[in-house]
């Protein structure tokens, strides 16, 4: 939508929205490669259509896997000059300075940023707590394959070119968030995606939440990989014994 499609009204005049990449997703076993944030003024906003942008590279201690590499584009050779973790989150916190803040999939990016505050022995603001701008999709937007960002992104007819980096990503949040709270009433989306096989290894959306339950035993457990799949195997056979 264009910036004059949008009513305004609904949208907060001061936020900020901010994306993480990271060397995987327990952050009991991984850390933050990239932080990447947004601050978006209203009033600004509508009369400039810039926002204040914010994205540091956190050094690393150990090579990045070859799988998140691939994932994010993200290599040795971008971080080997990067903010060491506390100076990294220090410089967020400031840049956030006690605004709202947003993310899609909060929970995964507030758990990384409270894990890796303690390791790095860096107070954790007060104010700090985020609004989940999937959660506000699930509520506004029917009939689309799956909630993945870069799905809801071309839902809205939003650029998704550079996916997978942090401040790419916060653009895309940026604007699902702004477009979610546009809308008035939970819509249905008409599109339908072919399954491509960029997408064969997409989570369908009704086990979504056996997913996220997984991945919160998961990160209970720890590094017992095996029980927790034994445990997410089981989960499946129940969901499968009630519905069937």
């Known amino acids: 939508?264009?910036?004059?499609a949008i009513n305004w009204d609904r949208v907060p005049e001061e936020f900020v929205v901010f994306d993480l990449e990271t060397t995987g997703l327990?952050?009991?076993?991984?850390?933050?490669?990239?932080?990447?944030a947004i601050r978006f003024s209203k009033s600004d906003?509508?009369?400039?259509?810039?926002?204040?942008?914010?994205?540091?590279?956190?050094?690393?201690?150990?090579p990045i896997p070859a799988e998140i590499t691939k994932i994010t584009s993200i290599t040795d050779s971008m971080v080997a000059n990067g903010d060491p973790l506390d100076v990294a989150l220090k410089d967020f916190f400031k840049f956030v300075d006690g605004r709202n803040l947003i993310a899609y999939n909060a929970?995964?990016?507030?758990?990384?940023?409270?894990?890796?505050?303690?390791?790095?022995?860096v107070e954790l603001p007060s104010w700090f707590r985020t609004e989940c701008a999937l959660e506000l999709a699930r509520k506004k937007l029917r009939g689309v394959q799956n909630y993945k960002l870069v799905t809801i992104a071309k839902a809205f007819g939003i650029d998704t070119d550079g996916a997978h980096r942090s401040l790419n990503d916060c653009l895309m949040t940026m604007h699902v968030y702004i477009n979610c709270?546009?809308?008035?009433?939970?819509?249905?989306?008409?599109?339908?995606?072919?399954k491509t096989s960029s997408q064969k290894n997409e989570i369908p959306f009704e086990l979504e939440p056996i997913y996220k339950l997984y991945s919160f035993i998961a990160d209970w457990i720890g590094k017992n990989r095996i029980v927790s799949i034994i445990i997410l195997i089981a989960l499946i056979n129940i969901i499968s014994r009630i519905h069937g």
């Open 1 to 4: 939508m264009s910036k004059q």
């Open 26 to 36: 327990l952050p009991s076993k991984s850390t933050i490669l990239e932080i990447g």
């Open 45 to 62: 906003y509508l009369k400039t259509g810039q926002v204040d942008t914010f994205q540091v590279f956190v050094k690393q201690d150990e």
């Open 107 to 121: 929970e995964f990016d507030e758990k990384f940023i409270r894990t890796c505050s303690r390791r790095a022995k």
């Open 181 to 194: 709270l546009h809308v008035e009433k939970t819509i249905t989306h008409g599109m339908r995606y072919s």
